[in-house]
């Protein structure tokens, strides 16, 4: 199957500071990217949906200001969480699917980022 | 808006004992049904999917039969082992590109 990379694996950084997180497919090139959250024991909500080339589109009640999504090659998005704050310590994952495919085909995910703001 | 309603965890089994995760959904159109799994300390992973009504995905032992009567994707495994233990997710995608409607998720513990 496909390869995506995301990176780091874990970051700890101070409040008020900002991290990016790097989402990369190894082996295609994605034209569409998601990014998920998850807090802990709940399920992964959808944050936004980042098209290469263009603005990221942001699921309702997340901040773009917040978290600002940049999708500038067909194999890397970058999350970058600003002024990060304790309530934004959470685990990000990215997914991206091969182009042209069905939406009944799979969704490869990267192995998340777990953020741990203090 | 779509949905996916999975059984609350944790769902504790002794190895060999028999595993049922109900799943149902709400959702216009024919959506495609996948169960992902997430284990300790890692990402997701698909564990099978199925993409039409009465289709059956399988892998690693596990079971789920796409149910439009019932709008369900329950997910089966006749015997379990230690290395089950993880979260299980339901999911759902009409999509292009595949943005997948999540479930809660189940958390799997499987004693020795």
């Known amino acids: 199957g496909a390869v995506v990379s995301q990176h780091p694996s874990r970051v700890i950084c101070k409040s008020g500071t900002s991290v990016k997180i790097e989402c990369r497919s190894l082996?295609?090139?994605?034209?569409?990217m998601f990014w998920y959250r998850q807090f802990p024991k709940q399920s992964l909500m959808l944050m936004a949906t980042?098209?290469?080339?263009?603005?990221?589109?942001?699921e309702q009640g997340v901040e773009k200001d917040k978290f600002l999504i940049n999708h500038a090659s067909l194999t890397l998005s970058t999350l970058t969480v600003t002024s990060a704050h304790p309530e934004d310590s959470s685990f990000y994952i990215c997914?991206?699917?091969?182009?042209?495919?069905?939406?009944?085909?799979?969704?490869?995910f990267g192995q998340g980022t777990r953020l741990t703001v203090v | 808006g779509d949905s996916v309603t999975q059984m609350e965890g944790p769902v504790t089994l002794s190895e060999e004992a028999f595993l049922t995760i109900n799943c149902t959904y709400t959702a216009t159109g024919y959506p495609s049904l996948f169960w992902y799994v997430q284990y300790p300390g890692e990402g997701l992973q698909l564990l099978l999917k199925a993409t039409k009504a009465d289709d059956k995905g399988s892998n690693k032992g596990f079971e789920a039969t796409y149910r439009k009567e019932t709008t369900s994707f329950h997910l089966e495994k006749g015997s379990v082992q230690v290395s089950d233990s993880a979260v299980y997710f339901c999911?759902?995608?009409?999509?292009?590109?595949?943005?997948?409607?999540f479930g809660g998720g189940t958390r799997v513990l499987v004693k020795p």
């Open positions: 082996d295609f090139q994605a034209t569409t």
């Open positions: 980042s098209n290469e080339g263009s603005k990221a589109t942001y």
């Open positions: 997914s991206a699917s091969v182009p042209g495919r069905q939406a009944n085909t799979e969704a490869f």
């Open positions: 999911a759902l995608s009409k999509a292009a590109g595949n943005k997948l409607t």
